[in-house]
C-alpha cells in the first residue's frame, strides 16, 4: 500500500517555539495532502488541505497564521506551528490522496507535540 | 446529528470471538466507505476500502455496507489481543477526497 512518511514522530519544546513537521509520500506523488489534529480519544479534526503549488485550504475555525502549510513539491508538505503554546500541544498527523478522487487517504505515523 | 455515528466503546472480547464494529451516517450521497485501525499514538491504517452496498472480504476482516439503512460494518474473526486498537470508520461523496469521519470505537481482546 502507499507510504506517507511522517516526521519528527515526537516533539517537546518550549511555549513560544515555531516547530515544522514534514509529511512525505514515499512512493507516489501527491498534488493533495490533508493536515489534521487529533485530541485524546476524539476522532480526526481536518486542519487544512495542502495543494502542491498553491495556497492551503483552511478549514473553519483554524488560523492560517498560526498553521502555516508549503506543500512546495508533489512528495512533501510541511505545517509549521508558529510560536506554539501549551494549548497547541496535540496529535497531527498528515495524509496524501492516491491517484484519483475515489482512492482513499493513506496517513503518515503522527507527531505528538508537547509545548511545555 | 452528526454525519457519522460511531459507538466509541470500549468494546472487550475474549480472544477467538468474533467482532462486530458499526457506524451508522445520514449522507444518502456517501458511496466511498473506509474502515482504519489506529493503535495508540500512531496513524491510522487502512484496513478496508469498499464502494456502494455489499460485502468484501480480506483475511479475517470483512466489510459489509447497507447503503439503503446507511450502516456499515466491519467484522473480525478469530479475534486476536493484537487486534486491540481504535476501529475509525470514514466514507465519503464521489466528488470528495475528504472523506468524513466516525470518532472511533476502542477495541480490546483480551487473552
Known amino acids: 500500500g502507499a507510504v506517507v512518511s511522517q516526521h519528527p514522530s515526537w516533539v517537546i519544546c518550549k511555549s513560544g517555539t515555531s516547530v515544522k513537521i514534514e509529511c512525505r509520500s514515499l512512493?507516489?506523488?501527491?498534488?493533495?495532502m490533508f493536515w489534521y489534529r487529533q485530541f485524546p480519544k476524539q476522532s480526526l479534526m481536518l486542519m487544512a488541505t495542502?495543494?502542491?503549488?498553491?495556497?492551503?485550504?483552511?478549514e473553519q475555525g483554524v488560523e492560517k497564521d498560526k498553521f502555516l502549510i508549503n506543500h512546495a513539491s508533489l512528495t512533501l508538505s510541511t505545517l509549521t506551528v508558529t510560536s506554539a503554546h501549551p494549548e497547541d500541544s496535540s496529535f497531527y498527523i498528515c495524509?496524501?490522496?492516491?491517484?484519483?478522487?475515489?482512492?482513499?487517504?493513506?496517513f503518515g505515523d503522527g507527531t505528538r507535540l508537547s509545548i511545555l | 446529528q452528526k454525519e457519522v455515528e460511531q459507538d466509541p466503546g470500549p468494546l472487550s472480547v475474549p480472544e477467538g470471538a468474533i467482532v462486530s464494529l458499526n457506524c451508522t451516517y445520514s449522507?444518502?450521497?456517501?458511496?466511498?466507505f473506509m474502515w482504519y485501525r489506529q493503535y495508540s499514538r500512531k496513524g491510522p491504517e487502512l484496513l478496508m476500502y469498499?464502494?456502494?452496498?455489499g460485502n468484501k472480504e480480506d483475511g479475517r476482516f470483512t466489510a459489509q455496507v447497507d447503503k439503503s439503512s446507511k450502516y456499515i460494518s466491519l467484522f473480525i474473526r478469530d479475534s486476536q489481543p493484537s487486534d486491540s486498537a481504535t476501529y475509525l470508520c470514514?466514507?465519503?461523496?464521489?466528488?470528495?477526497?475528504?472523506?468524513?469521519f466516525g470518532r472511533g470505537t476502542s477495541l480490546i481482546v483480551h487473552p
Open positions: 512512493d507516489f506523488q501527491a498534488t493533495t
Open positions: 449522507n444518502s450521497a456517501f458511496q466511498y
Open positions: 495542502s495543494n502542491e503549488g498553491s495556497k492551503a485550504t483552511y
Open positions: 470514514a466514507m465519503s461523496a464521489g466528488g470528495s477526497y475528504i472523506p468524513t
Open positions: 495524509s496524501a490522496g492516491g491517484q484519483g478522487r475515489s482512492q482513499p487517504q493513506h
Open positions: 469498499t464502494y456502494s452496498s
